[in-house]
């Protein structure tokens, strides 16, 4: 579904990815982990395109998005993102944020966006809110709203960019509620960057070490939390887990 | 002196209020054309190819570098050598001020567009919505809110600077002080007057913007 061949990211002088290939597919659920600065933000953000690799390829259901003149938009309408900061729209209404997208790009009727959002918000426990302004909503309840206006494109992958780093400890909890229900009843190609260890271990089919821009380890959650290889994987999982 | 000050007053209200009329006209076409030139200047910065972004960087950077009354002086004497057709002086020192206001309203929009959170772009980008369907619908709408009262310190601006235009005596508040020392030999009082009435114009807008201002907040 995803296929990125040798990527290479570098801001000025920095190197921030140093060749990174790697495949995704079909309904599979990754996490990413690893220290700050390690480059797993800028890989996912390189998924979609919202940091331009400096070489290498990346190919999306089969098209080279990397290619000169592709349409990048066609395809991020397909891949949903989830931020750190929730960047949801601050003057549209919780309703508008989420129909947005669908109406202006014409893949819904306004009706048809409204139906399709009320049945979203319940699910995550946000329908009181429609009408409401985001700067009315906790942290948690922007994030929920942030992963439920990512869903109404109806992508095939979900893109997650540390869904919690950002939200008070109470509010972590109700955000990773709602990325375990969606990748249960949907069954959504997923790729998260997290910090979360116990939420990665419990939620991923396959979870991604990165380490100074390369993946330094890669394999099953049992395999990278229960039996790590990799010396700097121990010593991260080590830190992070004895915390 | 109080009270020459306020016989002259009583005795040209007339004159001063068309002066007031004048300076506020001024202010208000220079503040539109200027935010119409401004956008524009704001849009070829924008544009991809570099030489073109340059001019529109020299451009501004020039005229916020030299004197206003300099630039009116160049419109004056050089207008009517460029153009077919008889131009006034109010005419050429409009354009001087909507010159000169275009370049300093296209940092206003350059600047309440960057003060949007990057992230608001991104979202709407990883949404698949172009990058003019985010601008229209992202950015500008929150852009707006900070573009706005700026324009309207703007047009306080614009309001003293259109002063300078007594030079070529086009009729501005200022040239009716000019008009009122030079007939009567008075120096101070018909200046207490103009200055109180440019105080009155500049400190009412000032709080009719502030109240604006509160009220764009309370959307937010």
Request: hydrophobic share 45%; glycine share 8%; aromatic share 8%.
């Amino acid at each position: 579904m995803i296929k990125v061949v040798d990527l290479h990211k570098n801001f000025g002088d920095l190197h921030v990815l140093k060749g990174i290939s790697e495949e995704f597919s079909q309904g599979e659920v990754v996490s990413i982990i690893g220290p700050s600065g390690s480059g797993k933000s800028t890989f996912l953000r390189c998924l979609n395109l919202l940091e331009t690799p400096t070489s290498g390829q990346i190919f999306f259901e089969g098209a080279d998005i990397t290619a000169k003149g592709i349409d990048i938009d066609k395809h991020r309408q397909k891949m949903g993102m989830v931020f750190q900061h929730f960047n949801v729209f601050p003057h549209k209404s919780v309703l508008e944020n989420i129909t947005l997208a669908p109406v202006l790009l014409k893949k819904k009727t306004k009706e048809e966006a409204q139906k399709q959002a009320m049945e979203l918000l319940q699910r995550v426990g946000l329908a009181d809110k429609a009408q409401e302004y985001p700067k009315r909503l906790s942290g948690g309840q922007k994030q929920r709203l942030a992963i439920v206006r990512a869903l109404a494109m109806e992508p095939d992958v979900m893109l997650f960019d540390e869904p919690t780093s950002a939200l008070d400890p109470e509010m972590v909890g109700e955000v990773l509620a709602v990325i375990r229900d969606m990748v249960r009843t949907t069954g959504l190609t997923t790729i998260i960057v997290t910090h979360e260890m116990g939420f990665a271990r419990e939620i991923s089919d396959r979870v991604l070490f990165m380490d100074e821009g390369v993946i330094a380890e890669k394999g099953t959650p049992q395999e990278i939390f229960g039996n790590p290889q990799n010396p700097r994987t121990k010593e991260f999982l080590s830190k992070v887990l004895n915390a | 002196m109080i009270a020459i000050t306020v016989d002259l007053f009583v005795k040209y209200f007339g004159m001063f209020m068309e002066g007031m009329g004048y300076t506020l006209y001024m202010a208000a076409i220079t503040v539109f054309f200027g935010t119409i030139f401004g956008t524009l200047i704001c849009l070829v910065r924008s544009v991809k190819f570099p030489p073109v972004r340059w001019l529109a960087v020299a451009y501004v950077e020039i005229v916020r570098g030299t004197p206003l009354l300099l630039q009116m002086y160049l419109a004056y004497f050089l207008l009517p050598e460029i153009v077919n057709f008889d131009i006034s002086k109010m005419q050429s020192v409009l354009v001087a001020l909507i010159m000169n206001s275009a370049a300093y309203v296209s940092e206003l929009i350059r600047a309440g567009i960057q003060a949007v959170d990057k992230g608001q772009a991104e979202a709407a980008r990883s949404l698949g919505l172009s990058s003019v369907l985010t601008m229209k619908e992202i950015i500008l709408p929150q852009a707006i809110k900070n573009i706005l009262p700026a324009l309207g310190n703007e047009f306080i601006s614009i309001i003293k600077e259109s002063s300078l235009g007594s030079s070529f005596f086009v009729g501005e508040l200022m040239t009716v002080r000019s008009l009122l020392t030079g007939a009567l030999y008075l120096t101070i009082e018909p200046l207490l007057i103009a200055g109180c009435l440019y105080f009155f114009l500049t400190f009412t807008l000032s709080k009719l913007i502030g109240v604006f201002e509160r009220r764009l907040a309370v959307s937010d």
